[in-house]
């Protein structure tokens, strides 16, 4: 019979589960048997997954960095004293030109989607090191390899996260403990909806980067997709790198990118963005 994620996760917190991405990773897991601990800024927003018997809502805001660890910590206590699996996921985008943007809005970015989820990141592993098991899955992004035009902040805060996953490979090597890079392509979720565009000048070719993104976003699988690649890899019990997506950005950009230069790369990049 097939094996079941609750047998090697029985508890499970992901952040951002009211939508997207996060419900459908805290629904895969639900349906895996996994007991959930799902966090939303408003709980409201997880009313349905909160029928489920599984699922405990959570209140975490990840601008508040001290309290939203207290809030993991206390999920940490009633689910046991640590959680078998964290899933970071939580996020959303800002859209606009470096140097037109308040940089408090790009420091902010950074503050939410790097610092404080390498908090959450840094409580989870302290939990996990104790019992000597657990998995640690930080969300980054395709844009960590590819940056996508006018979001330099998204863009960066995904890169950090994608070297902190990297430096935890190495440093959770020969333990019990699996660290997953997951870097999604373009899905259909909220995520477009919720993209602030500060105020300030805009151009042609930002008008046509955001179309390009608005397109691609529209077009992307469904996040159920996201979650089975998840799945699987959380099966395999090993750490390393999930690139999922449609095929183009999950697997022949990536290798195209190895086999190419840069130079041709970013050319590449700036059609692929009607930039060209
Ligand atoms: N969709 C894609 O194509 C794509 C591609 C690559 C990577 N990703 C990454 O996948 C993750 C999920 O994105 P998504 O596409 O599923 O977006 P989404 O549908 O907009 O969902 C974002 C989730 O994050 C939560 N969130 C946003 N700001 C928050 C904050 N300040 N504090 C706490 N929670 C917050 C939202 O919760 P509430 O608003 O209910 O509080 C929501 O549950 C993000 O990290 C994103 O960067 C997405």
Redesign the pocket.
Known sequence: MAQRLAELYPTAFV?????????AFAEMLLAEGVRVWG????PA?LAELARHPHFTPVA????AGAA?EAAFQAAAVAAGGAFALVIN?????VFGDFAATDFAVWQEQME??LINTARLAHAALRGMRAANRGALVN?????AEFPLPFQSA?NVT?AGLTALNESLMIETAGTGLVVLDV?????????E??VRRPAGATTPRMERAWAAFGRM?LT?PE?AHAAAALRRALLRRRSGTVRC?RFFQAVMAPLLSRLGSLPLRRRIQAKYFDLG
């Open positions: 952040t951002g589960a009211s939508t997207g991405l996060g419900r966090t939303a800024r408003d927003r975490l805001e990840l601008r939203a996921n939580a996020g959303y985008g939410v989607m969300i980054s992004s395709l844009a998204y995904k870097r999604p392509g373009d899905y259909r979720t909220d995520f909806g919720s976003m992307g996040p997506g």
